[in-house]
């Protein structure tokens, strides 16, 4: 198969194909963004793989760095873009069901693709835009099948993380995972308990925002891969209520409101715990526990204005949304008001501060202060107090706090 229109991503590094075939070497695009070109998709990163070693490759360029040059990889700095460049290589034992123990640089492209995980990630294109398909991976894009290269559990056993990965293809291209592909990651699943949290996370991400998620979720559940992944085991009930409780046709507009989605299914009690388990980063943390809070309060009635100053327009709207995405009745108008008639929207457009507070009346650092801040904060989001400084003075003294 040729490629009639090449993406201009592929047009652009073109120049380092030629160089390293001028030196004497084969070098091809491959991988994921050869498969989104065929598919007419977005292409995000350009991979190249070469039958120059590491060494030869650096020869090659005049502007290198050394990213990964044990495992062959090359980063080749080429005008404004940089494209990573890595020698045909195959993978000795993976001894920790992630990484191989070594890798041998080797001249041949099919002794390279065929350590790649799906048929559809296994594509090479040469610099005439012509597809080399050694696994009938184009077959596959046809029929819309997700396949493991070669044999299935031998792919998984040598990286687990390719389970995800595959949940993840399943969502992004709505595509059916291969029977015997299916029951190798099904038997296989158990190995995830291996794989670092944090790389689990991204491809769960990947799926919660793909078009497709239900697909991939329900891959997830069928093949029982939730069993081993934090605080899901057993609670494929509430995965598949997740499923079924939305409407159709719902996306998530984040990462935030995806798994937001996910903690309010699961009913999750303590979303902090739940977050530190999957060791997301604090900010991250923060977003996620506020929607859960403010979808419990939503459920008790309408949002006022201290909820849409202390958690924000924006979280207001998310939240929203998921009540829109579950049928429930919503009131976008109602945050838009709010959030117009609020004065301030952070404490520090304040035009007092406790330093103002304590020139003025003699009082301390502390707790006392604190609260007296805090009092003025909320009278003024209330809009019982104007933000100027002489009517801020005299509700301290009105109050009694001097």
């Known amino acids: 198969m040729k490629l009639n229109n090449l993406p201009s991503e592929f047009q652009e590094a073109l120049p380092i194909l030629e160089k390293i075939k001028a030196a004497g070497y084969d070098a091809y695009f491959v991988g994921g963004s050869v498969r989104d070109a065929i598919l007419g998709r977005p292409i995000h990163d350009v991979d190249i793989a070469t039958s120059s070693y590491p060494q030869e490759t650096k020869q090659i360029f005049r502007r ?26 195959t993978e000795d034992i993976y001894v920790d069901f992630r990484r191989p123990s070594q890798v041998s640089f080797v001249r041949s492209l099919e002794e390279d693709l065929k350590r790649r995980d799906f048929t559809v990630n296994a594509f090479a294109l040469d610099e005439k ?50 029977p015997a592909t299916f029951q190798a990651m099904r038997e296989t699943a158990p190995l995830l308990e291996k794989i670092s949290v944090e790389r689990i996370f991204i491809e769960f991400d990947k799926l919660l925002l793909a078009h497709f998620w239900r697909k991939g979720l329900q891959d997830l559940i069928d093949t029982e891969a939730y069993q081993y992944l934090p605080c899901l085991a057993n609670q494929a009930p509430h995965l598949q209520n997740m499923i079924e409780g939305l409407s159709e046709d719902a996306q998530f507009t984040s990462s935030e409101q ?49 909820a849409c100053y202390k958690y924000g327009k924006y979280q207001l709207t998310l939240v929203e949304e998921l009540r829109q995405l579950q049928g429930l009745a919503v009131d976008f108008a ?69």
């Open 129 to 178: 835009a012509q597809v080399i398909d050694l696994f009938e991976g184009l077959a596959d894009l046809d029929g819309k099948i997700l396949r493991a290269v070669g044999v299935p559990s031998e792919r998984f056993g040598e990286d687990a993380l390719r389970i995800m990965r595959g949940f993840r293809f399943a969502a992004v291209l709505d595509f059916e995972i291969e």
């Open 258 to 306: 995806a798994w937001a989605m996910l903690l309010i299914a699961l009913e999750v009690k303590d979303p902090k715990k739940f977050c530190r388990k999957w060791k997301t980063s604090n900010d991250f943390m923060k977003s996620v526990c506020q929607l859960v809070e403010l979808w419990q309060l939503r459920l008790e009635g309408a949002y006022d204005k201290q």
């Open 64 to 89: 290198t760095v050394d990213v990964g040059i044990e495992h062959g990889t090359v980063l080749v700095l080429e005008g404004a873009h940089e494209y990573e460049v890595t020698t045909f290589r």
């Open 334 to 402: 109602l945050i838009e008001q709010l959030d117009q008639s609020l004065t301030i929207h952070d404490k520090h457009e304040i035009v007092v501060n406790g330093g103002n507070l304590i020139q003025e009346f003699g009082l301390k650092p502390g707790p006392d202060l604190g609260r007296i801040l805090q009092e003025i904060e909320f009278a003024i989001v209330d809009g019982h107090l104007e933000n100027e400084q002489e009517a801020i003075l005299d509700f301290v003294k009105e109050k009694g706090r001097v």
